[in-house]
C-alpha cells in the first residue's frame, strides 16, 4: 500500500484545474486508495489563482499538502508554477506547461511577469526535475484547445510515479465527457504522455 | 452495475465527493424533509446538492430571501417534529442571530441541524468570526469534524442526538472540510417520511417574558444531559502513549493536522492524544484524565482560542498543574497546518525539524518579488464593470459641481461587485456586510457634502437591501441607490433568488423587480438603465444624485457567464472586438485604464483584444477616443 504520494494542480480559473482533481480523485478511489485533497479559487470567478491537491495513500489526514512534501507538481501556467516553489523539495517533479498567461495587472504596469528562465532556473534548483512541456500546442494538435488539462494529466502519468493505473485514469476521462469527446481527449493524453516520457529518456 | 450518486442507497459503497456534498448525503441519510439556506461560500454546495435531488427524494429545499428566514423555515419544521437544517456561512449566522438566541429555548421536536460554515483566512468572507461563540451563547452544542468522512457521519447523527437531546444542534464546517475531497463511505438511507403537526402550546412557542422564564430552565437542564453524554460520544476519543509528559487536544480539522505533524517527526508513540468532536459541551471527564496525565498540553484549533479557555477553566477548578499551550504557539490568524503544528510540537519537544523551514521561507521571500500579481478580476463582460463607468463618469460630473475638493463617495457590497475596488476602477470605499452600502450611505448622508452613491447586487438588495431603502424614504436620506442586477447569485455560483422567477427546486414562480419595490417603499426617483450604454446609464445616473431625495437606478445586464452559456446552447456566435493598429495610438491605454478587462492586453507594446477572452460586450469601443476598437464581423 502506498503511503504517501501529493499532487499539487497549480493554474488560472478557467484551465480546468479542478477538473483535473476531480478526475484525479475519482480515478483513485477506483483503484481503492485513499484519497484526501482541498482547492482554493480565492474570489476568483475568472482569471484569479487556483490551486488545488489531491493526496493518496494510507498515511494522509488532511486536505492540504505540507510544505516541501509535494510529489508531482502539475504547473498549468508557469508563474502559478512558481508561486508554490515551497511545496517542492529535491524529490519532487514537476510538469511545466510552458503556455504564459498575463495578468491584467501587467498591462496596467502594476506587476511585471518573469523570464521563463528565470521561472525555470528556480524551479530547478527547487525540484529533482523540471519536464517542460507546450501543453496547450499539443492540445490544438490533438483538436482543441480546452484539452490542455487532459494533455497535463497525461505527463502526469508519463512521469511513471502515480498509484493510480494508466488504465483507470484513462477510462475516467472517457467517462467524464460525452462520448464523441474520446477520441479527442485519448490524443491529447497520449501526447502528453508519450512527451512526458521522451523528456524523461 | 447502476451508477452510483449521492443519493445511492448503497451502504458500504465509496465515491469521491466534495465536503460539501459529504454533508449534504449525511442529511440525507438521516432524512431530513426541509433544508433552507442563503447561499455563501465555503457553504454553497450543500442546498446545491439538496436541490438538485429534492424531488427524487421528496425532501423540500429552498433558497430563502436571506439567513433569518431561512433558520425561521427549519425551525418551524422542527416545531412540527419535522427533521430539518438550515445551512449558512459563518457570517449568514449573524443574521439569523436573533431567532436562534430564542430557538434553543423552545429546543427540538424535529432534529434540527444549524450548519455554520466557518472561513479561517476569510479566503471568501469579510472577516474570519468563530461561530463557536454563537453556539455557546445560545446553549447550542456543536459537533465539528475531523474530515469529510466524519462530516458526512455527524451530520447523520445530529439529527438523532438534536432530537435525543430535544435541542437544536451546530454543525461547524470550516474552508478545509466543506471545500476539501475525499472518498467517503456511504451509509444507509433513512426512509421514513413525517406528516408534520403544529400544536398549540403558548407555554412553548410564544415568548413573552413569562415564558422565557419558564423555559430558560429547561434548557439549562437538557443542556447539561449533553454535557454528561459528551465524554461517551464517539467523536471525542483519547489515545493515551504510555509515559507521556505530552498531550495534544485536537479540535475538529486540527486533529487531522496534529496526527500528520506527530507521524512527520516521528514522535507519534510518545504524545497522548485527546480528539475533540464536540468543542461544546466538552467531554470533561477525558480532558481531565488527559490533564493529570501529562505535564504539557496543546490545543489545536482553528481561529479562536475557545476549546483553550474551557480546559484552562477546567485544570484551574480541579487544580490540575498542567502547563497549557493553544495560541501562544499557533497562529490566532488564519487557517492551521501540518507546518504550523510541527513546528510548535518543536518547540515544545525539542524534536529535530524534517525541514529547514527557515531555508524554504527564505525561499518564498526570495521568489516572492518575482511573481506578477492576479488577483481576481471582473470577468471580460461583466456588467459591472460598464455601471462602474458609469457610476464614476456621473458621480465626478456632479462632485466637481460642488466644490473642487469634493470626491464622491462609493459604499460597496457583499458580491462579484466587491471586486471593483480594484484598479483601475476604484469604485468601493466601503465593504461591510450584507445591505451595509445602503445602511452607511443613509449615516454619509447626515455628515458629510458630497455625493453618495451606493450599489449592490440584486440578490443582495432582496437579502438586507429593503429595510436601509426605506430608511433612506423616511429618514430623508439624500442619496443614491444602484442596484447591479444581474439577474443572479453569480458569486456564490448562480443560485436562484426572488429575482429570478425560479426556486431550488426549479420551480416557476412570481419575479420580483427591485423598481417596483422601491416605488412601492415611495422612492421618487427609480429608474432602470443598460450598463451596456455606457453614456445613457451615466446621464441617468447625474440625474439621480441631482435629484433631491433618495434615488434608485437598477442598471441590468444579465451576467455575462450565464449569457455565454446560454448563447452556446443556442448555437449563437459571440462576436469578439478587435483593435484596428492603423487607428490605435497605441500610447493613450485609455480603454485599459479607464476599463481594467482582462481581455484587453498589451503585445510587444500594441494594445489588442484576446479574441478567446472578449466576449463582444464594446464597452472597451464606447471610451476608445480614436474608435479604433471594431466589433470583428464589421
Redesign the interface.
Known amino acids: 500500500m502506498i503511503k504517501e504520494f501529493n499532487v499539487l494542480i497549480t493554474g488560472v480559473g478557467g484551465q480546468g484545474v479542478i477538473l483535473m482533481s476531480e478526475l484525479l480523485g475519482e480515478a483513485a478511489v477506483k483503484d481503492r486508495l485513499k484519497v484526501r485533497g482541498s482547492e482554493i479559487l480565492g474570489m476568483a470567478v475568472r482569471g484569479g489563482s487556483v490551486t488545488s491537491a489531491i493526496r493518496l495513500g494510507e498515511d494522509v489526514y488532511g486536505p492540504l499538502i505540507p510544505t516541501s512534501k509535494c510529489s508531482a507538481l502539475v504547473g498549468m501556467e508557469p508563474s502559478e508554477a512558481l508561486r508554490n516553489i515551497t511545496c517542492l523539495s529535491k524529490s519532487s517533479l514537476v510538469i511545466l506547461n510552458t503556455a504564459v498567461t498575463v495578468p491584467f495587472t501587467v498591462p496596467l504596469g502594476q506587476s511585471s511577469y518573469p523570464s521563463l528562465e528565470e521561472i525555470l532556473e528556480k524551479l530547478n534548483k527547487a525540484a529533482e526535475r523540471v519536464i517542460q512541456l507546450d501543453a496547450t500546442k499539443l492540445a490544438q494538435e490533438a483538436g482543441s484547445l480546452l484539452t490542455t488539462n487532459v494533455v497535463m494529466l497525461g505527463a502526469l502519468f508519463g512521469t511513471e510515479r502515480l498509484p493510480i493505473k494508466v488504465a483507470t485514469i484513462k477510462e475516467t476521462v472517457e467517462e467524464r465527457f460525452p462520448a464523441k469527446l474520446a477520441p479527442v481527449n485519448t490524443k491529447a493524453f497520449d501526447l502528453g504522455y508519450e512527451t512526458c516520457r521522451q523528456a524523461l529518456k | 452495475m447502476k451508477e452510483l450518486t449521492i443519493t445511492s442507497d448503497a451502504p458500504g459503497k465509496?465515491?469521491?465527493v466534495l465536503g460539501n456534498e459529504a454533508i449534504a448525503r449525511g442529511a440525507i441519510e438521516a432524512g431530513v424533509q426541509v433544508a433552507a439556506a442563503y447561499p455563501g461560500t465555503p457553504s454553497s454546495e450543500i442546498t446545491e446538492t439538496l436541490s438538485s435531488v429534492a424531488k427524487e427524494l421528496g425532501i423540500y429545499v429552498e433558497w430563502s430571501t436571506n439567513e433569518k428566514v431561512a433558520f425561521e423555515v427549519a425551525l418551524a419544521a422542527s416545531i412540527c417534529g419535522v427533521r430539518a437544517m438550515a445551512s449558512m456561512k459563518h457570517v449568514g449566522v449573524n443574521v439569523a442571530h436573533d431567532p436562534l438566541m430564542t430557538a434553543n429555548y423552545i429546543g427540538a421536536k424535529g432534529g434540527f441541524v444549524l450548519l455554520s460554515a466557518d472561513d479561517p483566512w476569510a479566503?471568501?468572507s469579510q472577516n474570519e468570526q468563530d461561530n463557536r461563540y454563537i453556539a455557546l451563547q445560545a446553549y447550542m452544542p456543536i459537533l465539528e469534524p475531523s474530515?469529510?468522512q466524519e462530516a458526512k457521519d455527524m451530520m447523520a447523527d445530529a439529527f438523532k442526538l438534536s432530537e435525543q437531546f430535544r435541542q437544536l444542534f451546530m454543525l461547524r464546517s470550516v474552508t478545509?472540510?466543506g471545500?476539501?475531497?475525499?472518498?467517503l463511505v456511504l451509509g444507509e438511507i433513512s426512509r421514513e417520511k413525517r406528516q408534520g403537526k403544529f400544536v398549540k402550546n403558548r407555554d412553548w412557542l410564544v415568548y413573552t417574558p413569562r415564558e422565557a422564564r419558564i423555559n430558560k430552565p429547561l434548557m439549562l437542564e437538557r443542556f447539561d444531559a449533553i454535557k454528561k453524554a459528551a465524554d461517551s460520544l464517539p467523536y471525542n476519543q483519547l489515545k493515551p502513549a504510555r509515559g507521556a509528559k505530552l498531550g495534544i487536544i485536537g479540535c475538529g480539522?486540527c486533529y487531522?493536522?496534529s496526527?500528520?505533524a506527530l507521524?512527520?517527526l516521528g514522535i507519534e508513540d510518545k504524545v497522548s492524544m485527546l480528539k475533540i468532536g464536540t468543542p461544546h459541551p466538552l467531554p470533561e471527564q477525558l480532558v481531565i484524565e488527559l490533564l493529570k496525565s501529562v505535564k504539557e498540553v496543546l490545543i489545536t484549533e482553528e481561529i479562536d482560542p475557545f476549546v483553550e479557555l474551557h480546559v484552562k477553566a477546567i485544570a484551574g477548578e480541579h487544580n490540575i498543574p498542567v502547563k497549557i499551550h493553544g495560541k501562544d504557539l499557533l497562529p490566532r490568524v488564519g487557517e492551521l497546518?501540518?507546518?504550523t503544528v510541527?513546528e510548535a510540537l518543536i518547540k515544545l519537544t525539542g524534536a529535530k525539524s524534517p525541514?529547514d523551514?527557515a531555508k524554504?521561507?527564505k525561499?518564498?521571500e526570495e521568489?516572492a518579488p518575482?511573481?506578477?500579481?492576479?488577483?481576481?478580476?471582473?470577468?471580460?463582460g461583466c456588467s459591472h464593470r460598464a455601471s462602474f463607468y458609469a457610476i464614476k463618469t456621473a458621480s465626478k460630473k456632479v462632485a466637481r459641481d460642488i466644490g473642487k475638493d469634493v470626491e464622491a463617495i462609493y459604499p460597496g457590497d457583499i458580491g462579484?461587485y466587491?471586486?471593483g475596488y480594484n484598479?483601475?476602477l476604484e469604485a468601493v470605499d466601503t465593504t461591510i456586510c450584507m445591505g451595509g452600502s445602503f445602511g452607511i450611505a443613509n449615516g454619509l448622508s447626515h455628515v458629510v457634502n458630497a455625493p453618495i452613491v451606493a450599489h449592490l447586487g440584486d440578490s443582495t438588495f432582496f437579502h438586507a437591501g429593503i429595510p436601509p431603502l426605506i430608511n433612506a424614504v423616511y429618514n430623508k436620506a439624500n442619496i443614491t441607490m444602484v442596484v447591479l442586477d444581474n439577474s443572479a447569485t453569480?458569486?456564490t455560483g448562480f443560485q436562484p433568488h426572488p429575482g429570478t422567477g425560479h426556486t431550488a427546486m426549479g420551480d416557476e414562480t412570481v419575479q420580483l423587480k427591485p423598481e417596483d419595490i422601491a416605488r412601492a417603499c415611495g422612492v421618487k426617483f427609480v429608474e432602470v438603465v443598460d450598463p451596456f450604454d455606457l453614456k445613457a446609464a451615466a446621464k441617468t445616473i447625474e440625474a439621480a444624485i441631482r435629484f433631491d431625495g433618495p434615488a434608485v437606478v437598477v442598471s441590468r445586464r444579465l451576467c455575462t457567464?450565464i449569457a455565454q452559456r446560454e448563447k452556446r446552447k443556442r448555437k449563437e456566435p459571440i462576436i469578439p472586438y478587435f483593435v484596428d493598429q492603423d487607428k490605435c495610438s497605441g500610447k493613450c491605454n485609455a480603454c485599459?485604464?479607464l476599463l481594467?478587462?482582462?481581455a484587453?492586453?498589451?503585445e510587444d507594446g500594441k494594445?489588442v483584444i484576446d479574441q478567446?477572452l472578449c466576449t463582444g460586450c464594446g464597452i472597451c469601443a464606447q471610451v476608445c477616443p480614436y474608435k479604433a476598437i471594431i466589433e470583428v464581423s464589421q
Open positions: 465509496r465515491l469521491f479566503w471568501s474530515s469529510v478545509r472540510i471545500h476539501a475531497r475525499s472518498d480539522l487531522s493536522y496526527i500528520e507521524k512527520w497546518s501540518t507546518r510541527t525541514v523551514f524554504l521561507d525561499l518564498a521568489t518575482l511573481l506578477p500579481w492576479r488577483p481576481p478580476a471582473l470577468c471580460p462579484c466587491a471586486l484598479p483601475p453569480a458569486m457567464m485599459i485604464e481594467g478587462c482582462p484587453i492586453i498589451k494594445t478567446a
